[in-house]
């Protein structure tokens, strides 16, 4: 769960357990409904409960693609684009979210921003062993939420 400096909230749920289904969704209330997304789809209701607008994006073209499109027909055209910021506050929020499921604690924003979690090795090459090793079984060990220490 998500709360912004606005009251926004949002929540977001994934999970990748062995024999148990995987899925990725978010969830937003609002003062006069809810939007709910689940791969290509998204849902907005109101609070009675009737459809406001339906997306079923299964046609859709690839969002990936589409932006290396424009970013292309910017750099032809002599445009910037210039979304740097917005890409880093995106990540940290991707960050914070993977601190606070894997602790199982609340984690603000200036908390993770003093933190000194390191995610990857100083001197990572291309001959470097990974740097999570699997157990003897072959399995990774699993973040326990009010175990895993992350700050």
């Known amino acids: 769960e998500y ?3 606005s009251g926004a909230v949002i929540a977001s749920q994934c999970r990748h357990q062995p024999e148990t289904m995987s ?3 978010e969830f937003f209330q609002g003062t006069k409904g809810t939007v709910s997304t689940e791969g290509d789809n998204a849902i907005i209701t109101d609070w009675v409960g009737n459809t406001v607008f339906e997306h079923r994006g299964k046609d859709d073209p690839n969002p990936y693609e589409v932006e290396h499109v424009k970013l ?3 750099i032809r055209n002599g ?3 210039a979304d740097a910021e917005n890409g880093a506050k995106s990540t940290m929020s991707a960050i914070i979210g993977r ?3 894997y602790s199982g604690k ?3 924003w200036d908390e993770a921003m003093q933190s000194n979690l390191v995610l990857a090795p100083d001197d990572l090459t291309w001959d470097s062993p990974a740097p999570v090793q ?3 079984d072959g399995t990774y060990e699993i973040p326990m939420p009010g175990k ?3 700050m």
Do not use: D, N
């Open 3 to 5: 709360t912004y400096p």
């Open 23 to 25: 899925r990725v969704s």
């Open 72 to 74: 292309f027909e910017s």
């Open 79 to 81: 445009g910037v684009i």
């Open 99 to 101: 601190m606070a499921t």
């Open 106 to 108: 609340v984690i603000k």
């Open 134 to 136: 699997p157990k003897e």
């Open 148 to 150: 895993t220490v992350v």
